[in-house]
């Protein structure tokens, strides 16, 4: 797949350079990149937030802890990421357990009660939380907003957990929520990959995408009438369903532009939100993904992102916005030395430029204690003090490209292994980023990784060049975004350092990015 926008010019194989100086680097081939001098019409405007996150709901207490022992180490992260883009990033707190906590009122003296099967359970079996889980809320940097996910149980008899009446108990959380979480509070969701539901033990098997339409506005209604006595309030985030492969005009498909058809409105829905991941380690049997054939096969990612493409634009004039609210590198929780390895971050700035260039307007990152692929890990656990993880350079990259939002994205290079693309402030042309999907290890010899020379055209010649790169996709370590890291504290620390365009060129490794900003 080539686009219009680039062109080969030489192809020169120098493998057997020993340096890897800008001048002595194995130059593989050289695009031609030329951008069109304004974003094509109808092109989305997005924010400073765009890269933003989601916090499996069971942890949010890991991530953020409460009033007397208030996580520093995600308040830095976030700070930072602040620091970078000038705004706080969005945070989903949600997924399948969302589904199984319950809210009581009387569990005064601890914010959740969440047994784990063992040790190696990724999830525990239910959650009960109590008016201190609030507390969380209060802990990231002030000005921090939150999608909160709501329980969903069935509105009467409900048997699961002895919870009874569903529906009072689904607005006696919102109630908590809303009293304590005040302007912060973003949007409720209602209810976690509601769409694979039927037939299980929460819904029959003949519950369609029209009942729950249906129900989901009885408890939207609900809610909306018990913290205001209206009747309802545009502050819910709908759907939450699982990654969409099935669109066209069956009615009896799940997917968001039909939930809008059966009756999910604008004055109760902000957004409607969809989750993806490039491939799944369920049940894993010792076969699965690996980085060549889920994060860096960007045939891979676009055939998942195509269906966000449809639905973005089946559903762009309905008032309401389109989110893709819980996403990541591998489903189940990510799988080792693919989510938790530098791949992920290089993968991460291709895949959140790509989705800013449709009509997606916000992508949140999901993570837990327990995962793979979190941005970073909150606390001690298994034998390691909280920590960055590789992801979260991706994350810095990207909070670094929406910096003061006002974004459209145009993309100029579209290859099996190579993404290029054409960042536009205010309408005008701001900075070039480039993504090389090739593979490198850490265990090859550094004098033979190959680059990509990047001709740009003349006016980008003082263009500063921010570069993502360590030794190879396949480590976590030694990772720098500008010639800085993320120390044990979680600060941004080193000498920024960047790279110039040398000639009209800047060269790209394989399994790195490069930012050049105007
Ligand atoms: C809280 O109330 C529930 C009934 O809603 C009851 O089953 C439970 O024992 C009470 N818990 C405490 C800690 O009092
Ligand atoms: C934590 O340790 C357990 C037990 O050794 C293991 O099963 C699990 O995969 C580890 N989790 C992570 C994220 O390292
Ligand atoms: C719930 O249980 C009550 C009492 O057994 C019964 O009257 C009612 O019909 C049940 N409701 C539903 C929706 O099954
Ligand atoms: C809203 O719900 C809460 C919790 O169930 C309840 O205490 C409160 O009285 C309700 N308020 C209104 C106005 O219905
Ligand atoms: C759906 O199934 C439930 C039992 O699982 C049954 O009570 C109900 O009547 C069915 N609804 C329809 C519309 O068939
Ligand atoms: C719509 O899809 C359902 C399965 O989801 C299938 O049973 C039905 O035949 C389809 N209807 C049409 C008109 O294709
Ligand atoms: C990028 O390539 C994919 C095919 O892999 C295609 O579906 C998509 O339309 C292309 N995007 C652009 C902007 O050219
Ligand atoms: C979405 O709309 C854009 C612009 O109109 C169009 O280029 C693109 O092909 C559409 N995507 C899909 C999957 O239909
Ligand atoms: C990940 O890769 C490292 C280095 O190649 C290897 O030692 C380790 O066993 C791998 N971990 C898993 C879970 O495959
Ligand atoms: C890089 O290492 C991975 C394992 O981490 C391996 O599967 C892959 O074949 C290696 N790739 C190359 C190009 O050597
Ligand atoms: C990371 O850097 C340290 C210190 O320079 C070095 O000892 C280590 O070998 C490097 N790791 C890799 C995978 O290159």
């Known amino acids: 797949m080539m686009n219009r926008f680039i062109s080969l010019t030489s ?13 002595h680097r194995n130059i593989i081939r050289t695009i031609d990149l030329s951008l069109p001098s304004t974003p094509a019409p109808g092109r989305q405007v997005v ?16 991530y953020a802890g409460d009033n007397t022992n208030s996580n520093k180490f995600s308040r830095q992260v976030i700070q930072n990421l602040h620091d970078i883009s000038g705004a706080y990033p969005i945070f989903r707190i949600g997924g399948s357990t969302q589904n199984s906590a319950v809210y009581f009122p009387n569990q005064t003296d601890i914010a959740i009660i969440d047994p784990f099967d063992s040790e190696a359970s990724d999830q525990p079996s239910h959650s009960y939380i109590g008016p201190r889980f609030m507390e969380s809320f209060g802990q990231f940097p002030e000005g921090t907003r939150y999608i909160y ?14 919870v009874g009446d569903g529906l009072g108990q689904c607005v006696l959380e919102a109630h908590a929520a809303y009293t304590a979480l005040g302007e912060s509070l973003y949007a409720f969701e209602i ?48 759907c939450a369903y699982t990654a969409p492969r099935n669109v066209g005009d069956n009615m009896t498909i799940w997917n968001i532009e039909h939930a809008e058809e059966d009756g999910m409105r604008s004055n109760k829905a902000k957004t409607v939100s969809d989750h993806d991941y490039m491939g799944a380690n369920c049940d894993y049997t010792g076969a699965g993904p690996t980085i ?11 055939s998942r992102v195509r269906y966000h493409d449809y639905l973005g634009n ?35 700035v291709d895949y959140v430029l790509y989705l800013s260039s449709l009509k997606v307007s916000r992508v949140h990152f999901h993570m837990g204690t327990r995962y793979r692929y979190s941005p970073w890990q909150p606390i001690y656990y298994n034998d390691t003090e909280a920590h960055v993880k590789p992801i979260y350079y991706g994350n810095m990259f990207n909070a670094a490209v929406f910096a003061g939002g006002d974004k459209q994205t145009e993309v ?26 090739n593979m490198w290890n850490s265990t090859m010899d550094a004098a033979d990784r190959p680059y990509t020379a990047l001709s740009l055209p003349g006016a980008w010649n003082e ?32 000498e920024k350092s960047f790279d110039k365009v040398i000639d009209g060129t800047v060269h790209v490794g394989a399994g790195e990015a490069v930012l050049n900003s105007k």
């Open 11 to 23: 192809t020169a194989l120098l493998a057997q350079l020993a340096w890897t100086s800008p001048n």
């Open 47 to 62: 924010d400073a937030a765009y890269q933003s996150f989601s916090i499996e709901f069971c942890y949010m207490a890991d």
């Open 149 to 162: 996910g709501l329980n969903f149980f069935k509105p009467e008899n409900e048997t699961l957990f002895d």
């Open 191 to 238: 209810g976690n990959e509601v769409n694979s539901w039927a037939g299980g033990s929460r819904r029959p098997a003949n519950w369609t995408q029209q009942d729950y339409v249906d129900q989901w506005n009885q408890y939207a209604t609900a809610t909306s009438q018990n913290l205001t006595g209206r009747e309802s309030m545009q502050l819910f985030q709908g």
């Open 292 to 302: 060549e054939t889920s994060l860096f096969d960007r045939t891979n990612m676009l």
């Open 314 to 348: 089946a559903t762009e004039n309905s008032g309401i916005e389109y989110v893709l609210g819980e996403t990541n590198s591998i489903s189940c929780q990510g799988a080792f030395n693919i989510s938790d390895v530098m791949a992920s971050a290089v993968w991460a």
């Open 412 to 437: 100029l290079a579209n290859e099996t292994n190579f993404g290029a693309y054409a960042v536009y402030n205010k309408g005008k042309p701001e900075s070039i980023v480039a993504v090389n999907l």
């Open 463 to 494: 263009a500063r060049v921010s570069r993502l790169t360590n030794p190879g996709v396949d480590t976590a370590a030694n990772i720098t975004f500008a010639g800085q890291y993320v120390d044990s504290e979680g600060r941004i620390v080193g």
